[in-house]
């Protein structure tokens, strides 16, 4: 008898159980359920808020007015000055950037951290205190600036300072990306190259730059979009003179005044030469993560 109580009590207590197990279970889906529908709702109204303003600029643009637009000669001037300053600025930023890239990622020296810092600064620094900064520096009555004019050579308001605004606010974008890709080669396969005597050189240009080849690549891309984007610091010390220093960012600016059809023009060129950049960084890194050891 007793032994049919403890075993009704057993039976009793275990459809307890699992009636309260079935609640959690329930009470658990219903949460995860709910935080997906939270999460998902978020997900939609961010991609909503940015695509909403692009997708604007292609359904208020009138096509016949976008194309007799770029035969305007504010757009043919600023897109030519545009993309041969970002083409210069680019190279100059890959040959200076590379070796201090290399540099930052296998050596270790007094002040790394202080010259990573300001490497970076140019990151979060407002481009308009960029444009000034070189202004203050490169001036006509600049701390160096007065030294160049008092020889002739003059850089404020001329095309070569579109390329010095665009090399300070770019060269940390691809200086950062460059040294992750170097980190990211083994050094043992420098290692090896040097055991067999390959000179230090060698290995970097014939095995460290290869494996690193498509990080490099995305880091210029990336230079090279920031560069034919740059407004602040260029219209503070290059000025804003058509064919001149007048580049596409400026020009949206200046046509917004007079012309909207020729500022629509330069900015859907902008809007498909960033939608290129990202298309081009993200099969870049994928064939950098395919190619990975695993």
Request: charged share 15%.
């Amino acid at each position: 008898m007793a032994t049919d109580q403890a075993k009704i009590g057993y039976d009793r207590g275990l459809k307890c159980r699992d009636r309260d197990v079935d609640a959690g279970d329930l009470f658990s889906r219903a949460k995860m359920a709910g935080l997906k529908a939270g999460l998902g709702a978020l997900l939609i109204l961010a991609m909503a808020f940015i695509a909403l303003p692009v997708a604007s600029l292609f359904l208020k643009s009138p096509l016949d007015a976008i194309i007799r637009s770029l035969h305007d000669p504010m757009v043919t001037d600023a897109l030519r000055l545009s993309l041969m300053t970002s083409t210069l600025t680019t190279a100059t930023v890959v040959a200076m950037g590379t070796p201090i890239a290399y540099v930052h990622a296998r050596f270790q020296y007094p002040g790394k951290e202080l010259a990573d810092s300001l490497l970076d600064l140019p990151v979060i620094m407002p481009p308009a205190v960029a444009g000034i900064a070189l202004l203050m520096a490169f001036g006509r009555m600049g701390f160096l600036g007065h030294y160049l004019n008092a020889l002739g050579f003059s850089i404020a308001f001329t095309t070569m300072a579109v390329i010095f605004a665009q090399v300070f606010v770019s060269s940390p974008f691809y200086i950062r990306q460059a040294r992750t890709s170097f980190e990211d080669v083994d050094l043992s396969l420098e290692n090896a190259a040097r055991t067999l005597g390959a000179s230090r050189t060698y290995t970097f240009f014939h095995v460290t730059i290869p494996l690193a080849l498509n990080g490099l690549i995305s880091g210029a891309i990336m230079a090279f979009a920031r560069s034919l984007g740059e407004f602040g610091a260029t219209i503070m010390f290059a000025g804003n003179l058509q064919g001149r220093t007048q580049t596409m960012p400026l020009a949206i600016y200046t046509a917004m005044q007079g012309d909207l059809d020729v500022s629509l023009c330069l900015a859907l060129i902008l809007v498909i030469i960033s939608f290129l950049v990202i298309v081009l960084v993200k099969l870049l890194t994928r064939q950098v993560y395919k190619n990975a050891p695993n």
